[in-house]
């Protein structure tokens, strides 16, 4: 499964496929992941301006394009700190350092 969107005029390409050699947990690719997700959330901020409710609804519905192995760690986080990611986004007007507030990626 490869993801792609635009963001800001560059094209960002996320490669999302499942390693056989992994058991989903890999810091790499639990990081690359977040950060393809994050980048689909950068465009759709970019192009709306969603309430906290819609705006959680639209994060929610990106865990059912993740891989299966990792669906239920996508629910859990966005359970967890869906809220404190859109205050982030929206108070400070950028994504970035989510994946690592959330503890998925080191830096």
Do not use: W
């Not at 050699?21 to 689909?40: H, P």
Request: glycine letters at 4%.
């Amino acid at each position: 499964l490869s993801f792609c969107t635009k963001v800001e005029d560059e094209i960002i390409d996320f490669d999302l496929s499942y390693d056989p050699e992994s058991d989903g947990t890999d810091d790499s690719f639990m990081c690359t992941t977040c950060k393809g997700v994050l980048a689909t959330v950068a465009y759709y901020l970019k192009n709306s301006s969603p309430s906290k409710e819609q705006f959680i609804a639209f994060i929610q519905k990106i865990c059912f394009i993740v891989p299966s192995s990792i669906k239920d760690s996508c629910k859990e986080m966005i359970s967890e700190y869906g809220r404190k990611i859109y205050e982030k986004a929206m108070e400070e007007k950028t994504l970035h350092g989510v994946c690592k507030m959330v503890g998925i990626c080191k830096e």
